[in-house]
């Protein structure tokens, strides 16, 4: 019984010193039992402030993996080894070599969505949610921003920067179309719309904001806001709607469903806190050379 799972869940957590952090994109489930949800930043910074000795991350391999650099002391499990981002896997570390090598003296931005081993090839990180900052933020001439196309894109536009860009992309925010804003914004013609930064640039072009998961957090929970239509995974609605009693969430497409975050079960964080595996562990050759983007990262918020 589901009742039991998380009993024993609450249990074991107290016995392993162990927190649950939950990406805003898990199953309902999930997001209710842990003990912080959050957007990939927010994630990450309450990876540094925990106290606990185990982190159960909720979420995808490159989350777990930007954890464990912040925390090489600490146990990181992913309850499920295999639930991966497809866009991190689209550049490798020795990809990324070869193109600063095409590029010499070239100022690398790696977006989170990345393995370890291509941030320990970068000079910044950034998320979505400070992406505009951190570019902002560089001096340098020449950069090339990966994995991500369309976030680069977005930074672009926003920060009115060139940069090489990558040709990567998330393969659920691809899935929302422009003709799916415009047939919700027909039906719900009083709603808003915001849309994930890694949407397509016609499907930004748009929207009232581009914004990373926990922007949209607080854009919901804005008094003007009653209705609103909503261009990222689905399962944010979840946090939407248990947030903002009353209010109308409405996802922009039905298609847009990461399956990869729906891999994590209570089951399997259950069997994890019992096994204390599977655990991320970033090498520590790869870990010291990721640390600096990522702790540029969390500087530029
Ligand atoms: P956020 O950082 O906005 O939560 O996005 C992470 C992600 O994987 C989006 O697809
Ligand atoms: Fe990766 Fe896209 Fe899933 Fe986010 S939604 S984890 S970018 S595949």
């Given at each position: 019984m589901v009742s039991n799972i998380i009993k024993r869940i609450q249990e074991l957590k107290k016995a392993r010193n162990a927190v649950i952090l939950s990406h805003n994109y898990q199953r309902g489930e999930v997001q209710d039992i842990a003990d912080f949800k959050g957007d990939s930043l927010e994630l990450a910074q309450q990876a540094t402030k925990t106290k606990a000795d185990v982190i159960v991350f909720c979420g995808v391999h490159f989350m777990?993996?930007?954890?464990?650099?912040?925390?090489?002391?600490?146990?990181v499990l992913l309850p499920d080894a295999g639930a991966g981002c497809p866009m991190a896997d689209m550049i490798t570390a020795e990809q990324l070599r070869q193109k600063k090598k095409e590029l010499p003296g070239v100022t690398v931005v790696t977006?989170?969505?990345?393995?370890?081993?291509?941030?320990?090839?970068?000079?910044?990180?950034?998320?979505?949610a400070n992406g505009v900052k951190v570019v902002n933020a560089i001096k340098d001439?020449?950069?090339?921003?990966v994995p991500d196309q369309y976030?680069?894109?977005?930074?672009?536009?926003?920060?009115?920067?060139?940069?090489h860009l990558w040709p990567g992309y998330c393969p659920t925010h691809v899935n929302i179309l422009p003709e799916d804003i415009e047939r919700r914004k027909k039906e719900f013609p009083n709603?808003?719309?915001?849309v994930h930064p890694e949407c397509r640039p016609e499907v930004i072009a748009l929207a009232d904001e581009a914004l990373s998961t926990s922007g949209m957090v607080r854009y919901a929970a804005r008094e003007?806001?009653?209705?609103?239509?909503?261009?990222t995974e689905i399962e944010i609605v979840h946090r939407l709607t248990k947030e903002n009693p009353g209010k109308k969430f409405i996802p922009a497409s039905n298609k847009a469903?990461?399956?990869d975050m729906k891999k994590i079960t209570l089951e399997k964080i259950l069997a994890s806190l019992e096994t204390l595996a599977p655990e991320v562990k970033v090498p520590e050759a790869i870990r010291v050379k990721a640390l600096l983007p990522v702790e540029r990262m969390l500087e530029i918020v």
């Open positions: 777990a993996e930007t954890a464990s650099i912040l925390n090489p002391q600490k146990k977006y989170v969505n990345s393995t370890a081993e291509v941030k320990s090839e970068s000079d910044y990180c950034c998320t979505s001439k020449e950069i090339l921003f976030l680069g894109d977005y930074i672009i536009k926003k920060t009115g920067k060139s940069m709603a808003k719309v915001v003007d806001v009653k209705e609103l239509i909503v261009g469903i990461c399956p």
